[in-house]
Every structure is written in structure tokens, then in C-alpha cells.
Nanobody, 113 residues
């Protein structure tokens, strides 16, 4: 089993920045990818960014050029730097491992003035 604990998020003004963190524990050797999905009210959960153990990154089209994922492969830590935030980025952000095999508790990011 893998446990994921998230931190970060909160209220941010449009154009601002924030960073999310996700720490994995448990059977971390089974993890080959970490990242985030997000879900806004009334919308489906969408993949935001993923970092694989091989160092590859994936970004959803709506966040490309604004969000950056990074991490510590050995410690199974992941970070999501979110810049130039827009109101449409408002959502609950869920850390994932292995594309949804494991989930964090979710953290709210609200972009509003």
C-alpha cells in the first residue's frame, strides 16, 4: 500500500502563484509515476501533471507553460509549481501515484480576487 499526503494550496489571486507538495510513504518502490489530477465543481476529474520515475513529464493542455512538476525520485516527493493562476484553475487538486492507483486527500486551490 501507498499513502500520499498533500500540502499547499489555498486562496490565490489571479496571476499569482502557489506550490503543492505530495509525499509518499509505504510501498514506495511500487511507484512509477506521481502527479496531480484536479476536479472543479460539476466537472470531471482531469489529469494536470505527471512525473514518471524515468524523468518524463506530462502536462494537461490547460496548464502547459504555467505549471511545472518536479520531484525527488528516491524519496518519492512531488511538487507542483503553479504560476499565472487563473480563476478556471480553481479546483480540488488530488495527488496521485501510478495514475490513480493511489490518491491523496485532496487540497483546495481557489483563484479569486
Amino acid at each position: 500500500q501507498v499513502q500520499l499526503v498533500e500540502s499547499g494550496g489555498g486562496l490565490v489571486q489571479p496571476g499569482g502563484s502557489t506550490r503543492l507538495s505530495c509525499a509518499a510513504s509505504g510501498n514506495i518502490n511500487s511507484i512509477y509515476a506521481m502527479g496531480w489530477y484536479r476536479q472543479a465543481p460539476g466537472k470531471q476529474r482531469e489529469l494536470v501533471a505527471t512525473l514518471t520515475s524515468g524523468g518524463s513529464t506530462y502536462y494537461g493542455d490547460s496548464v502547459k507553460g504555467r505549471f511545472t512538476i518536479s520531484g525527488d525520485k528516491a524519496k518519492k516527493l512531488a511538487y507542483l509549481q503553479m504560476n499565472t493562476l487563473k480563476p478556471e484553475d480553481t479546483a480540488v487538486y488530488y495527488c496521485h501515484a501510478n495514475y490513480g492507483s493511489y490518491w491523496g486527500q485532496g487540497t483546495q486551490v481557489t483563484v479569486s480576487s
